[in-house]
């Protein structure tokens, strides 16, 4: 029926991580959106939906909401990367074959350990306004055609969260002044008191980019999954020397490491109070280059809806929340891919009975009932086994 494919181990993985995140965010009474993300049912939905997927490696579920995180989820993460790389691949055939000269500039700030991501995100974003303000003529004029900036950071035991951005740039040749640029961004850390030894070194780096590749670094997460598997680049191959990424955090943490728990719940926590999104286009430079009006990082992170795809049944929401506590979301959606009869002995096993199952909990559901324990809204209390619940019906029924 399904075409008998592996899933991708960075996808099993991703998966996984999701889960653990989740715990952690839980633990710590997170609300962002990236604690719901793979969980929650969406808005109008009555349950989840399972679909085969002929053409892939694994079904896919639908009904549930996704955060399109681009920096700090495991899943969404790796889908966004995917997306904008192949964006900005296509930018940069355009953009060359026009006669403009491709460029990969790096910005960093001196850090040290003791700062927190937040700090260090709100320090570097001030320095940026203040280089760009000041580069307006350069940005924008006509020997420009527009840049893509994208937004990395990682974590090192000696020096803490590093926090840079890599802009990829499009010029006239001979039009770009590295020097000046150089100049410009070492005053703006100035401004803001991070002008420090060594700076002038390693604070600022320019290269001609002569790649497909090389073009679409800039579109690479560091917490991409996926995407760290490719290597872009000189920075991603040299990645160990630079730290840890949330993406690595993560897996430490779900391998009992406290310390790296709380260091990616930090790392989390300033990144979705920002909104830090992994990649921008400077205005106008989509239309330059004749690509269509960008997609939001939640679009991208849906799951594909494909005309091949087959619907096989829908889960409840009780048999969800099973699913869920046995962090069995993936192996659900790879028993999808070999038919119904395949994610019926699945929910048997977990004792979740069979797809299209009515809710044995909305028989306890009381009206304008307020507590909302859980991602999925208002659950009675307690939540009873289907067993329970067929036992106590026909007690109720013969009472009556």
């Not at 991580?17 to 989740?22: H, L």
């Not at 020397?241 to 930090?266: E, I, M, P, T």
């Not at 799951?303 to 409840?316: C, I, Q």
Request: positive net charge; proline residues 4%; hydrophobic residues 40%.
């Amino acid at each position: 029926l399904c075409a008998r494919v592996l899933p991708p181990p960075g996808t099993v993985k991703a998966w996984h991580q999701r889960s653990t995140g989740r715990e952690i965010l839980k633990a710590a009474g997170v609300e962002k959106r990236i604690r719901w993300c793979g969980s929650k049912i969406s808005r109008g939905a009555d349950g989840v939906g399972v679909h085969a997927r002929p053409d892939r490696a694994y079904g896919r579920l639908s009904g549930v909401c996704v955060c399109g995180q681009s920096l700090a989820c495991p899943v969404c993460a790796p889908r966004i990367a995917g997306f904008r790389s192949a964006e900005v691949t296509e930018c940069f055939k355009r953009a060359t074959a026009a006669g403009y000269e491709a460029r990969l500039v790096t910005f960093t700030i001196p850090h040290a350990a003791g700062s927190s991501l937040g700090v260090e995100i709100d320090t570097f974003a001030t320095a940026w306004r203040s280089f760009v303000s000041g580069r307006k003529a350069l940005v924008r004029g006509p020997e420009s055609l527009g840049n893509q900036v994208g937004r990395e950071c990682t974590w090192g035991a000696a020096n803490g969260w590093h926090y840079h951005h890599h802009q990829l740039r499009y010029d006239r040749p001979g039009t770009f002044c590295e020097h000046g640029a150089r100049a410009d961004w070492l005053t703006a850390l100035d401004s803001v008191g991070r002008k420090r030894k060594g700076a002038e070194e390693h604070a600022f780096d320019a290269g001609v980019g002569g790649s497909e590749a090389g073009a679409a670094y800039v579109a690479k997460l560091a917490t991409s999954v996926e995407a760290q598997s490719r290597a872009i680049g000189l920075e991603v191959a040299a990645g160990a020397n630079k730290g840890r990424n949330l993406a690595s955090l993560l897996q430490a943490a779900g391998a009992g490491d406290k310390h790296a728990a709380a260091v990616w719940l930090g790392g989390v926590k300033a990144i979705t109070e920002r909104k830090v999104s992994s990649v921008r286009w400077s205005r106008g430079f989509r239309a330059a280059v004749g690509l269509a009006v960008e997609k939001s990082d939640a679009e991208v992170a849906a799951e594909e809806v494909l005309k091949t795809d087959e619907f096989l049944g829908a889960l409840n929401p009780t048999q969800w929340r099973g699913v869920l506590a046995h962090r069995a979301e993936f192996a659900l959606c790879c028993a999808a891919q070999q038919g119904v009869d395949s994610v019926n002995s699945f929910l048997a096993g977990l004792d979740l009975g069979a797809l299209n199952d009515e809710d044995p909990c909305g028989l306890w559901r009381v009206e304008n009932q307020t507590d909302t324990l859980g991602p999925l809204g208002p659950m009675p209390a307690p939540v009873l086994s289907p067993v329970a619940v067929a036992q106590l019906t026909r007690e109720m029924y013969s009472e009556n």
